[in-house]
Protein backbone atom coordinates (compact mmCIF):
# COMPACT_ATOMS: atom_id res chain seq x y z
CA UNK A 1 0.00 0.00 0.00
CA UNK A 2 1.63 3.22 -1.13
CA UNK A 3 1.06 6.03 1.24
CA UNK A 4 2.39 8.11 -0.86
CA UNK A 5 3.01 8.10 -4.54
CA UNK A 6 4.88 10.04 -7.37
CA UNK A 7 3.12 9.13 -10.04
CA UNK A 8 6.04 10.60 -12.43
CA UNK A 9 9.54 8.69 -12.39
CA UNK A 10 11.38 11.31 -14.46
CA UNK A 11 11.07 15.15 -15.41
CA UNK A 12 13.11 16.94 -18.44
CA UNK A 13 13.45 20.61 -18.23
CA UNK A 14 15.83 22.87 -19.72
CA UNK A 15 17.99 25.32 -17.19
CA UNK A 16 16.43 28.27 -16.37
CA UNK A 17 13.07 26.98 -16.70
CA UNK A 18 10.21 25.79 -13.90
CA UNK A 19 10.79 22.39 -12.58
CA UNK A 20 7.47 21.42 -11.23
CA UNK A 21 7.70 17.86 -9.17
CA UNK A 22 3.93 16.12 -7.90
CA UNK A 23 3.35 14.03 -5.56
CA UNK A 24 0.18 12.32 -3.92
CA UNK A 25 -1.01 10.83 -0.36
CA UNK A 26 -3.76 8.82 0.77
CA UNK A 27 -3.11 9.07 4.64
CA UNK A 28 -5.13 11.85 5.92
CA UNK A 29 -3.21 11.91 8.98
CA UNK A 30 -0.32 12.48 7.52
CA UNK A 31 -0.03 16.42 8.83
CA UNK A 32 3.73 16.84 7.83
CA UNK A 33 5.46 16.90 5.13
CA UNK A 34 9.33 16.97 3.66
CA UNK A 35 11.27 16.86 0.29
CA UNK A 36 14.45 15.48 -0.27
CA UNK A 37 17.13 15.52 -3.33
CA UNK A 38 19.55 12.34 -3.72
CA UNK A 39 22.70 12.19 -5.95
CA UNK A 40 24.19 8.87 -7.05
CA UNK A 41 26.37 7.22 -4.79
CA UNK A 42 24.86 9.41 -1.78
CA UNK A 43 22.23 9.40 0.81
CA UNK A 44 19.22 11.87 0.62
CA UNK A 45 19.88 15.26 1.78
CA UNK A 46 16.68 17.17 3.29
CA UNK A 47 15.35 20.18 1.37
CA UNK A 48 12.58 22.03 2.28
CA UNK A 49 9.29 20.56 4.03
CA UNK A 50 5.52 22.31 5.23
CA UNK A 51 3.33 21.72 8.01
CA UNK A 52 -0.08 21.09 7.09
CA UNK A 53 -1.47 24.40 8.51
CA UNK A 54 0.60 26.01 5.54
CA UNK A 55 -0.20 26.20 1.92
CA UNK A 56 3.50 27.13 0.63
CA UNK A 57 6.51 27.38 2.05
CA UNK A 58 9.04 29.05 0.25
CA UNK A 59 13.20 28.96 0.90
CA UNK A 60 15.40 30.69 -2.34
CA UNK A 61 14.20 28.91 -5.18
CA UNK A 62 12.77 25.80 -3.92
CA UNK A 63 8.57 26.55 -3.01
CA UNK A 64 6.25 23.62 -1.88
CA UNK A 65 2.70 24.30 -2.01
CA UNK A 66 0.12 21.97 -0.26
CA UNK A 67 -3.45 21.55 -1.48
CA UNK A 68 -4.72 19.06 1.68
CA UNK A 69 -8.67 18.89 -0.01
CA UNK A 70 -6.62 17.35 -2.96
CA UNK A 71 -3.66 15.26 -0.58
CA UNK A 72 -1.54 16.93 -3.11
CA UNK A 73 1.76 18.49 -2.69
CA UNK A 74 4.01 20.00 -5.49
CA UNK A 75 7.42 21.41 -5.90
CA UNK A 76 8.77 24.11 -7.48
CA UNK A 77 12.54 24.91 -8.62
CA UNK A 78 12.68 28.39 -10.11
CA UNK A 79 15.14 28.89 -12.02
CA UNK A 80 16.32 25.05 -12.63
CA UNK A 81 19.98 24.65 -12.64
CA UNK A 82 22.16 22.16 -13.94
CA UNK A 83 23.34 20.99 -10.91
CA UNK A 84 19.78 20.61 -9.66
CA UNK A 85 19.56 17.64 -11.62
CA UNK A 86 18.88 14.34 -8.57
CA UNK A 87 15.92 12.16 -7.98
CA UNK A 88 13.55 14.06 -5.99
CA UNK A 89 11.59 11.93 -2.96
CA UNK A 90 8.91 13.83 -1.29
CA UNK A 91 7.71 12.25 2.43
CA UNK A 92 5.15 12.24 4.84
CA UNK A 93 4.49 11.38 8.51
CA UNK A 94 1.48 11.73 10.72
CA UNK A 95 2.27 12.87 14.45
CA UNK A 96 5.99 12.17 14.92
CA UNK A 97 5.96 8.52 13.57
CA UNK A 98 8.36 7.56 11.09
CA UNK A 99 8.56 9.09 7.69
CA UNK A 100 6.62 7.41 4.42
CA UNK A 101 8.69 8.36 1.28
CA UNK A 102 7.33 8.15 -2.55
CA UNK A 103 9.04 6.17 -5.31
CA UNK A 104 11.12 9.26 -6.73
CA UNK A 105 11.44 11.52 -9.03
CA UNK A 106 14.36 11.65 -11.45
CA UNK A 107 14.80 15.51 -12.23
CA UNK A 108 17.29 15.96 -15.21
CA UNK A 109 17.90 19.85 -16.17
CA UNK A 110 19.43 20.76 -19.26
CA UNK A 111 21.78 23.64 -20.56
CA UNK B 1 30.14 17.85 12.74
CA UNK B 2 30.82 14.35 11.56
CA UNK B 3 27.59 12.99 9.59
CA UNK B 4 25.93 9.37 9.54
CA UNK B 5 28.77 6.80 8.93
CA UNK B 6 27.83 3.26 7.22
CA UNK B 7 29.93 0.43 7.24
CA UNK B 8 30.67 -1.50 4.45
CA UNK B 9 30.32 0.84 1.60
CA UNK B 10 29.72 -2.16 -0.34
CA UNK B 11 28.97 -6.19 0.63
CA UNK B 12 28.63 -8.77 -1.73
CA UNK B 13 26.98 -11.89 -0.22
CA UNK B 14 25.67 -15.33 -1.71
CA UNK B 15 22.15 -16.32 -1.33
CA UNK B 16 21.31 -17.83 1.72
CA UNK B 17 24.12 -16.21 3.92
CA UNK B 18 23.87 -13.59 6.75
CA UNK B 19 24.94 -9.78 6.15
CA UNK B 20 25.19 -7.54 8.43
CA UNK B 21 25.22 -3.48 7.71
CA UNK B 22 26.45 -1.09 10.76
CA UNK B 23 25.64 2.79 11.22
CA UNK B 24 26.14 4.94 13.41
CA UNK B 25 24.27 8.30 13.96
CA UNK B 26 25.36 11.71 14.48
CA UNK B 27 26.20 12.49 17.73
CA UNK B 28 23.56 13.58 20.02
CA UNK B 29 20.62 11.68 17.63
CA UNK B 30 18.91 8.79 19.57
CA UNK B 31 17.09 7.76 16.54
CA UNK B 32 18.13 5.79 13.90
CA UNK B 33 15.65 4.39 11.22
CA UNK B 34 16.80 1.86 8.19
CA UNK B 35 14.96 2.16 4.59
CA UNK B 36 15.83 0.00 1.53
CA UNK B 37 15.65 1.18 -1.89
CA UNK B 38 15.55 -1.38 -4.42
CA UNK B 39 15.27 -0.82 -8.07
CA UNK B 40 11.95 1.22 -8.95
CA UNK B 41 10.30 1.19 -5.53
CA UNK B 42 11.59 4.43 -3.44
CA UNK B 43 12.55 4.36 0.17
CA UNK B 44 10.94 1.37 1.61
CA UNK B 45 11.05 1.62 5.46
CA UNK B 46 12.14 -1.13 7.51
CA UNK B 47 13.13 -0.24 11.07
CA UNK B 48 13.26 2.37 13.64
CA UNK B 49 14.96 2.28 16.79
CA UNK B 50 15.05 4.88 19.45
CA UNK B 51 16.69 4.65 23.15
CA UNK B 52 17.56 0.92 22.34
CA UNK B 53 14.35 -0.22 21.62
CA UNK B 54 12.26 -1.01 18.39
CA UNK B 55 9.78 1.89 17.87
CA UNK B 56 8.02 0.36 14.58
CA UNK B 57 8.68 -1.96 11.98
CA UNK B 58 7.98 -2.13 8.33
CA UNK B 59 6.39 -4.73 5.96
CA UNK B 60 9.57 -7.08 6.00
CA UNK B 61 10.02 -10.75 6.91
CA UNK B 62 11.30 -11.30 10.37
CA UNK B 63 14.57 -12.32 8.74
CA UNK B 64 15.57 -8.81 8.32
CA UNK B 65 16.47 -7.84 12.47
CA UNK B 66 18.75 -5.02 14.10
CA UNK B 67 19.62 -3.66 17.34
CA UNK B 68 20.26 -0.46 18.65
CA UNK B 69 23.46 0.02 21.00
CA UNK B 70 24.38 1.79 24.14
CA UNK B 71 26.22 4.43 22.17
CA UNK B 72 22.81 4.73 19.56
CA UNK B 73 25.05 3.35 16.84
CA UNK B 74 23.06 0.32 15.10
CA UNK B 75 23.10 -2.71 12.83
CA UNK B 76 20.98 -4.41 10.59
CA UNK B 77 20.41 -8.03 9.79
CA UNK B 78 19.59 -9.61 7.17
CA UNK B 79 19.48 -13.50 7.30
CA UNK B 80 18.70 -16.62 4.57
CA UNK B 81 19.73 -13.64 1.71
CA UNK B 82 17.44 -14.16 -1.04
CA UNK B 83 18.39 -12.23 -4.83
CA UNK B 84 15.47 -10.02 -4.22
CA UNK B 85 17.30 -8.52 -1.22
CA UNK B 86 19.66 -6.42 -3.44
CA UNK B 87 19.61 -2.82 -3.23
CA UNK B 88 20.59 0.27 -1.26
CA UNK B 89 19.98 0.24 2.38
CA UNK B 90 20.31 3.88 3.59
CA UNK B 91 20.42 4.43 7.33
CA UNK B 92 18.99 7.84 8.81
CA UNK B 93 19.31 9.43 12.49
CA UNK B 94 17.14 12.53 13.84
CA UNK B 95 17.07 13.71 17.02
CA UNK B 96 14.54 11.43 19.51
CA UNK B 97 12.05 10.64 17.22
CA UNK B 98 12.08 13.80 15.50
CA UNK B 99 10.37 13.37 12.23
CA UNK B 100 9.49 17.39 12.50
CA UNK B 101 13.17 17.77 12.07
CA UNK B 102 13.86 15.55 8.83
CA UNK B 103 16.11 12.68 8.67
CA UNK B 104 20.10 13.10 7.92
CA UNK B 105 21.06 9.61 5.87
CA UNK B 106 23.95 7.86 5.73
CA UNK B 107 25.20 7.19 2.20
CA UNK B 108 23.98 3.81 2.42
CA UNK B 109 25.42 0.32 2.00
CA UNK B 110 24.95 -1.53 -1.56
CA UNK B 111 23.84 -4.87 -0.94
CA UNK B 112 24.09 -7.32 -3.74
CA UNK B 113 22.96 -11.29 -3.31
CA UNK B 114 24.37 -13.86 -6.25
Known amino acids: DQQVKQNSPSLSVQEGRISILNCDYTNSMFDYFLWYKKYPAEGPTFLIS?????DKNEDGRFTVFLNKSAKHLSLHIVPSQPGDSAVYFCAASAGFQKLVFGTGTRLLVSP | EAGVTQSPTHLIKTRGQQATLRCSPI?????VYWYQQALGLGLQFLLWYDEGEERNRGNFPPRFSGRQFPNYSSELNVNALELEDSALYLCASSLSAGSRLGYTFGSGTRLTVV
Open chain 1, 50 to 54: ISSIK
Open chain 2, 27 to 31: SGHTS
